[in-house]
């Protein structure tokens, strides 16, 4: 073998150290030990050939070639870095709402959590526990229209008047005076119905309709003039008559039951046209 092979042979040695010894972990390792290998093989053929066929050190060096490229692992580039711009938990190639305000709770999709269905995330959702299918307001809590206490949705009687004590079904309780109207005129001397009067008594149409759990006592109430027994009864045939025009307007008569009690209690003294105005009226009380 003549020197200048020697000297190729040598320098292929040296590469495959210099090679080896540069794989750890900075490149792609069965490339560059295959590479050596081709010429480490192909240097040391030529070497133990000791003479100058070209075709021995070319299969020597394809034989290294592939050993090195056997011999030495597949360079393990380690787990991918995790992206999650939110901060949420949920890697940003899954996560479906990759935006969420940080320390927002979220499901496993990454979206923010609502434990309730209500459509207010548990983050913002200031009564947590409402059950599934309620109307809620945008707080999470179910409405109380008329903050009696008493939720919408099992409340029998929503439109109940503000400030009245009302019982576990959100209805005025027994013996609460739930409307008092005024001015509810009949023909003279009559329990005849006034055009006026009709007018009036759609406000109480409006709060039976309202409020489907209320039953009511339509009381009748007069001024003094007149004997007591004449205006008892005077007065009940009157309540009689504001129930039927109810019904006529689709009320419950079940509802509702009619009582008069003449001028047994008035609200002013009978000492004046305006007063005894006020004495003749009608209340509709709560009861069981």
């Not at 295959?34 to 100058?52: E, H, K, M, R, S």
């Not at 890697?91 to 209500?118: E, F, I, K, N, Q």
């Not at 003039?225 to 006529?248: E, I």
């Not at 305006?274 to 009861?287: E, K, L, P, S, T």
Request: proline share 6%.
């Amino acid at each position: 073998m003549n020197k200048g092979l020697k000297l190729i042979a040598a320098a292929c040695l040296l590469s495959l150290l210099a090679g080896c010894s540069t794989t750890g972990g900075h490149r792609d390792t069965r490339f560059i030990c295959a590479l050596v290998g081709g010429v480490v093989g192909g240097g040391l053929g030529t070497i133990a050939t000791d003479n100058d066929e070209a075709e021995i050190g070319i299969a020597a060096g394809i034989i290294g070639a592939g050993l090195g490229y056997l011999a030495c692992p597949q360079r393990d580039e380690g787990p991918a870095p995790i992206i999650d711009g939110d901060g949420d938990g949920v890697p940003d190639g899954s996560d479906a709402c990759p935006a969420t305000p940080r320390g927002t709770p979220v499901d496993a999709r990454g979206c923010p959590l609502d434990s309730d269905g209500d459509g207010v995330v548990d983050g913002q959702d200031r009564c947590p526990g409402t059950p599934a299918g309620t109307r809620v307001d945008s707080t999470g809590c179910v409405p109380d229209s008329d903050g009696d206490g008493v939720a919408d949705f099992t409340d029998q009687c929503p439109a109940t008047p503000r400030g009245t004590p009302v019982d576990g079904r959100g209805c005025p309780q027994a013996g609460q005076r739930v409307l008092s109207l005024e001015g509810v005129t009949f023909g003279y001397d009559s329990a005849a119905l006034t055009d006026d009067a009709r007018s009036t008594l759609n406000q109480a149409v409006m709060l039976l309709r309202e409020n489907s759990g209320l039953r009511v006592r339509v009381e009748g109430h007069t001024d003094s003039r007149g004997s007591d027994a004449y205006n008892l009864a005077l007065s009940q045939r009157r309540a009689q008559a504001v129930v039927d025009y109810l019904t006529s307007q689709g009320i419950s008569g079940s509802r509702m039951v009619a009582e008069g009690f003449g001028e047994s209690r008035p609200v002013a003294p009978n000492d004046s046209a305006a007063n005894m105005a006020r004495n003749r009226r009608v209340d509709f009380v709560a009861i069981d």
